[in-house]
């Protein structure tokens, strides 16, 4: 195999390697917290739409300020582009309908903040998740 050769096999390689690695967004929830809800009942949640969650109660709900997992997950789970989002919620949050959710720099912060707040939901990445938090059962 000749130089050019194995450069571009590496290159092909390496791509896959990092798609095959990359995680998914998932919501999570404190673990004391019950874990069940229907997909529509979570986004209703993050729509602003709802407060509360089945056998949950009322909870309060965390998100990444920016980046790519906040953008997958309004594109991907919510059905929504980061400019409809943003003023689903500026509309929500000037009428008084809804309290804004809580925004974090980074994932680790959100993740705390889930693991220690008794009715905290948040998303992270899945590669993220650890038995400090529970991943939602959408079923």
Known sequence: MNTLSKRLYLSAFSTLLAVAVQAEPVVVVNPHMNSKASVDEVKALFLGQT?????????????????KLREDFVVGYVGKNEKQYKAI????????RAQAPKQFDN???????????????GILDSSKVDATVKVIDTK
């Open 51 to 67: 407060s509360t969650l089945p056998g949950g109660g009322a909870v309060q709900v965390g998100l990444p300020k920016e980046g």
């Open 107 to 121: 994932e680790d912060e959100l993740k705390k903040w889930v693991a220690s707040t008794p009715n905290g939901v």
């Open 89 to 96: 919620w500026t509309q929500l949050i000037f009428t008084g």
